[in-house]
T-cell receptor, first 121, second 107 residues
Framework: EVQLVESGGGLVQPGGSLRLSCAAS????????MNWVRQAPGKGLEWVAN????????YYVDSVKGRFTISRDNAKNSLYLQMNSLRAEDTAVYYC????WGYGSGSFDIWGQGTMVTVSS | DIQMTQSPSTLSASVGDRVTITCRAS??????LAWYQQKPGKAPKLLIY???SLESGVPSRFSGSGSGTEFTLTISSLQPDDLATYYC?????????FGQGTKVEIK
């Protein structure tokens, strides 16, 4: 079964750090771009970052540039999001999603269940 | 950055109605547009890609059209299971963008 499972969410104080993980299974992880997407409580979807198959290209939404770092370990079939200098406005459910860029599309066909990050004192 | 604007924000319709949601891009994105359905407490689900291609397993009552800057998602006959929020997303650039969402309610 093709699956993405996020972990690492939790409660963190403003200014703190957190590292999210996304474990992939059921497909050739190294063959796909991967993304992080977040959703603040009661709000819409916001794309956060993506990373190329070999990790050589990474892109971020302006609001997280310089604070968040996306990375991957193809040997472990895992995607990561290192989040530093966290702010209250980073509070959200964070999803990882598989990207079909390079396969005739750039849509996200597989999503994880999400992990909640709460930034509060 | 490319901005995506959806309308309406909320839509109320009866079972069997034809429903249309519009998504506009701030610049041309060719046909690089996807539509997603998100039910409460669940992850989004891909419905349409490349503006008009139906994802495998998605009911045929869903369809997409448009190119350039204006796109539509149509539900030909609204069903109770279609209660959800719908999002468009552009992938013309490596920096992806979602629309703000359209909540579909059943009368």
């Amino acid at each position: 079964e093709v699956q993405l499972v996020e972990s690492g969410g939790g409660l963190v104080q403003p200014g703190g750090s957190l590292r999210l993980s996304c474990a992939a299974s059921g497909f050739t992880f190294s063959g796909y771009w991967m993304n992080w997407v977040r959703q603040a409580p009661g709000k819409g979807l916001e794309w956060v970052a993506n990373i190329k198959q070999d990790g050589s290209e990474k892109y971020y939404v302006d609001s997280v540039k310089g604070r968040f770092t996306i990375s991957r370990d193809n040997a472990k079939n895992s995607l990561y999001l290192q989040m530093n200098s966290l702010r209250a406005e980073d509070t959200a459910v964070y999803y990882c999603a598989r990207d079909l860029w390079g396969y005739g599309s750039g849509s996200f066909d597989i999503w994880g269940q999400g992990t909640m990050v709460t930034v509060s004192s | 950055d490319i901005q995506m604007t959806q309308s309406p924000s909320t839509l109320s319709a009866s079972v069997g109605d034809r429903v249309t949601i519009t998504c506009r891009a701030s610049q041309s994105i060719s046909s690089w547009l996807a539509w997603y359905q998100q039910k409460p407490g669940k992850a989004p689900k891909l419905l349409i890609y490349k503006a008009s291609s139906l994802e495998s397993g998605v009911p045929s009552r869903f369809s997409g059209s448009g190119s350039g800057t204006e796109f539509t998602l149509t539900i030909s006959s609204l069903q109770p299971d279609d209660l959800a929020t719908y999002y468009c997303q552009q992938y013309n650039s490596y920096s992806r963008t979602f629309g703000q969402g359209t909540k579909v309610e059943i009368k």
